[in-house]
Structures are given as structure tokens and as C-alpha cells.
């Protein structure tokens, strides 16, 4: 698992801790340099901005969700391309198919984020069945991506 920084945003450029080597199944990659309005009367970051990065504590939130999941890394990122659906995230793993998740709404998704994540590191290709599917997953797929050595089995038509 990443370090925490001051901010609470987990680190991935920080040191890992020491320990045994384990088996990491996946990792949730989180945007938190996604802006979007400040809403009426919210508060969270600085006040003293018309935006609100919610993939900062989104992030952290997450990280402490998945705590008790040594094969599940939260790791803050800078931007997956998706900047119009606020806050993103990216399940990968290693010989899995990828997704794309936009319009995660900070802590009031964490716990169905959380559950695609388990569901995603449990799988065997990382693609999910519909009813593994929190809504939050369903509703904010964006694009999911084969593995590198992924090959169809017949040519697309
Ligand atoms: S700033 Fe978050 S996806 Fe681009």
C-alpha cells in the first residue's frame, strides 16, 4: 500500500514500506486533479476557490476502505484523460482487462468503488459480471481496455 502524505492524499512516488513480498492483484488508480463547481453552501479544500477536487479525498477514503486488502493498491494519479466526468478512477492489473470510471461522487461512492475493487482483484480477466456491478460502476464506465496480450479469438466484423 502507498504512504500517506500530509494532506492525506496517499503518495505512490513515497517509499514502500518494508515487509514480505505479496501478490498485488490490482490497483485503483484515482484522479485527484479533477475540478468541478463548488456546490451550494459545500465546503472541503479551499475555500477560497470556485472548485472542488474531490478525487483528493476520494482517494484517501478509498485507501482506508481498502486497508484490510493487502493485494489492492490505491494510488492517486495526475489526470486519466476524463476531466468532463469528475472524479475518475482506473481498475488494471497485471494480464486483466482495464475500466474507466468517471462520475465517482467522492465519499458517497467509496463503499460501491470499494466493492468493484474487490470484485475486480477476485476475478480472473478483470471484467466484471453485471450483477458484481455496484451502480456507481455501471453508471459511470467510460471504456474498458484488453490486456496487452489479448487476441480475439475472430477477427471483429
Ligand atoms: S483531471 Fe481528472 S481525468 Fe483529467
Not at 505512490?12 to 501478490?23: I, K, S, T, V
Not at 481498475?91 to 475493487?117: L, N, S
Not at 480477466?125 to 487476441?151: N, S
Amino acid at each position: 500500500m502507498a504512504a500517506a502524505r500530509e494532506d492525506g492524499v496517499l503518495s505512490a512516488l513515497a517509499p514502500a514500506p518494508a515487509g514480505p513480498a505479496r501478490p498485488l492483484q490490482a490497483s485503483v488508480f484515482v484522479c485527484v486533479s479533477c475540478r468541478r463547481p463548488r456546490g451550494e453552501g459545500e465546503t472541503g479544500g479551499d475555500p477560497n476557490v470556485p472548485h472542488v477536487e474531490p478525487g483528493r479525498g476520494f482517494a484517501a477514503a478509498l485507501a482506508g476502505a481498502l486497508a484490510d486488502e493487502a493485494n489492492i493498491d490505491v494510488v492517486p494519479v495526475e489526470c486519466l484523460a476524463v476531466c468532463r466526468r469528475a472524479c475518475t478512477v482506473a481498475f488494471v492489473a497485471p494480464e486483466k482487462w482495464t475500466y474507466i470510471v468517471g462520475d465517482v461522487e467522492g465519499e458517497a461512492h467509496v463503499a460501491e468503488i470499494a466493492t468493484a475493487a474487490r470484485a475486480y482483484a477476485a476475478s480472473e480477466t478483470g471484467i466484471l459480471r453485471w450483477a458484481d456491478r455496484p451502480p456507481a460502476f455501471k453508471k459511470g464506465v467510460v471504456a474498458r481496455v484488453p490486456p496487452t496480450a489479448f487476441r480475439p479469438e475472430r477477427a471483429p466484423t
